[in-house]
């Protein structure tokens, strides 16, 4: 039952901030956030636990982007500042099929998907 909408995206400068949003349905589990620039694999930008209180961000982010959730409205954000031309890509967010959460994000089983948006950040 569980369905993400991402939406927040679009076109920056570089140093500049953008917030995405992550809409889900169904009961609070872990959620994540993914990009995959043309030509490079998808990888794990962030992670939250059900209940927000742990968090993991890639090292490439870290202390520029911040992942947060609200859960009254079941609703995760990525908030993204001093953003480079090398964050250009096309976001996802992903919930996980349960409560649980690790440090290392390959351990969580993320299993849906959102239709992704678009982050583009020009020189």
């Known amino acids: 039952q569980v369905q993400l909408v991402e939406s927040g995206g679009g076109l920056v400068q570089a140093g500049g901030s953008l917030r995405l949003s992550c809409a889900a349905s169904?009961?609070?589990?872990?959620m994540g956030w993914f990009r995959q620039a043309p030509g490079n694999e998808r990888e794990t930008v962030a992670t939250?636990?059900?209940?927000?209180?742990?968090?993991y961000y890639a090292g490439s982010v870290r202390g520029r982007f911040t992942i947060s959730r609200h859960n009254a409205n079941n609703t995760v954000y990525l908030q993204m500042n001093s953003l480079k031309p090398e964050d250009t890509a096309v976001y996802y967010c992903?919930?996980?099929?349960?409560?649980?959460?690790?440090?290392?994000?390959?351990?969580?089983?993320?299993?849906?998907w959102g239709q992704g948006t678009q982050v583009t950040v020009s020189s």
């Open positions: 992903a919930s996980a099929r349960d409560t649980n959460w690790s440090p290392e994000p390959s351990r969580i089983s993320f299993n849906t």
């Open positions: 169904g009961v609070l589990v872990s």
């Open positions: 939250i636990s059900w209940n927000g209180d742990r968090r």
